[in-house]
C-alpha cells in the first residue's frame, strides 16, 4: 500500500500505518485520514501533533491509559478523557492518533 506525501509515493504497512514515521508531514496526515473518512479539524491536530511530539521525546508508544493521562496532563482534562478522545477518532484514539501522526502501530492495539 502508499499514499502520495510530498516526497512522492510513501510506503504503508498491511494495516495503513506509514513505514518511516520521519516521512510523515501534514498532507500525509490529511490522506491518511481521508482513507478513514475522517476531515482533521483543529482539535484532531492538536492530538495528532501531541502523539508525534511524545513519540519523538520518549521513543515509545504509551498503552490507551498512560496516553489518556498524557494527554491530560498536556491538554487538559477536558482533553484527557476517553470520551473526548473516541470523539475526535471513533474507531480507537490511541491507534488512529497514531496512524495519523505517522508513528508505528502500538503494540496494544487490535
Known amino acids: 500500500m502508499e499514499v502520495v506525501g510530498r516526497d512522492g509515493r510513501l510506503a504503508l504497512t498491511q494495516d495503513g500505518f506509514l513505514v518511516d514515521y520521519r516521512q510523515w ?12 473518512g475522517l476531515e482533521l479539524t483543529e482539535a484532531h491536530w492538536e492530538i ?51 496512524k495519523l501522526a505517522g508513528l508505528p502501530r502500538p503494540p496494544h492495539c487490535l
Open 48 to 98: 495528532i501533533r501531541f502523539m508525534r511530539d511524545y513519540y519523538l521525546r520518549l521513543h515509545h508508544l504509551p498503552n490507551m491509559r498512560v496516553f489518556v493521562k498524557a494527554v491530560a496532563q498536556a491538554l487538559g482534562e477536558d482533553k484527557g478523557n476517553s470520551r473526548y478522545l473516541h470523539r475526535l477518532f471513533p474507531k480507537g484514539p490511541l491507534k488512529y492518533a497514531c
Open 25 to 36: 508531514n501534514e498532507q500525509v496526515a490529511r490522506e491518511l485520514a481521508a482513507r478513514e
